[in-house]
């Protein structure tokens, strides 16, 4: 069993109840008293879950891959809300984040695959993104792993891992 820290973390403080994504498995969301074995509630997503955060609505969104698609699962029953199938060139999609404009931004890539940033509309088809082919140079990332956007100015902040940075755009 491998346990997400960050994610953890990250759907405790939004919403009060602790999310434990078990790779390749489920997701379970556990009472604040019982984080060590969850029991409570075992939440399924399609193929492999590999991320996870919090809408704006309060929603936990689920980054799935093989099928690379964005699962809105609703916070009181883990019922799907909606299932986005990611355009064919997002592979290996790693995280994502709804902004408050409704968009999704999802980091994805690694090894020969496109290693970028992009914004995608709910219909799955990207609008805009950053990167490229792999890469260390401006313009390029490495595994963009993890990713943040910040509430207030809606700057995302993403964890380009293989180059060792954190890169910031609007």
Known sequence: MSLDLENF???FIATNYPYLPLTNIAIFRTSAVDVCFPSCCKWSA???PRGLSVTPSG???VTCREPNKLVELSVDSG???REIELQSDIEDPWRSVQLTTGQF???HGVDDTLNRVCVVGDDGKVTRSYGGQRGCDVGQLNCPCHLAV???SQFIFV???SNAKVVLGP
């Open 9 to 11: 973390i990250c759907g």
């Open 46 to 48: 399609p193929g492999e």
């Open 59 to 61: 929603n936990l969104l």
């Open 79 to 81: 019922k799907s809300v």
């Open 105 to 107: 931004v999802v980091c």
């Open 150 to 152: 910040d509430k207030d």
């Open 159 to 161: 964890a380009d891992h």
